[in-house]
């Protein structure tokens, strides 16, 4: 089991920064073994995917949305992921949730809700226009 715990949201303005971090606490396998992701929802829409990085952060993925102004990266020593996130909008307004898998895989690339089990709690980013 994973147990993951987001942090780092805020209030912004538009085209402000901010950093996300999503600490994670893995009995039996470690943190190292799990392909990580960043999610979103937005009032009133479902959750989507953001960005995606796997185990040893050789391969990143994210969504047309964000993509030249997100970046998904990790600390395996750390046991921490990171979603940078510059030139925001008020589009990116949501709670950002991050994702665990464990994978075998080096270098697959999920990116559905459902390829991954365990999740944290959420933090509220606010863009305001």
């Known amino acids: 089991q994973v147990q993951l715990v987001e942090s780092g949201g805020g209030l912004v303005q538009a085209g402000d920064s901010l950093r996300l971090s999503c600490a994670c606490a893995a009995s039996g396998r470690t943190f190292s073994s799990h392909t990580m992701g960043w999610f979103r929802q937005a009032p009133g829409k479902e959750r989507e995917f953001v960005a995606t990085?796997?185990?040893?952060?050789?391969?990143?993925d994210y969504a047309d949305s964000v993509k030249g102004r997100f970046t998904i990266s990790r600390d395996n020593a750390k046991n921490t992921l990171y979603l940078q996130m510059n030139s925001l909008k008020p589009e990116d307004t949501a709670v950002y949730y991050c994702?665990?898998?464990?994978?075998?895989?080096?270098?697959?690339?999920?990116?559905?809700?459902?390829?991954?089990?365990?999740w944290g709690q959420g933090t509220q980013v606010t863009v305001s226009s």
């Open positions: 994702a665990a898998r464990y994978s075998r895989y080096m270098a697959t690339i999920f990116r559905g809700i459902s390829d991954f089990g365990s």
């Open positions: 990085i796997t185990k040893t952060g050789g391969n990143t």
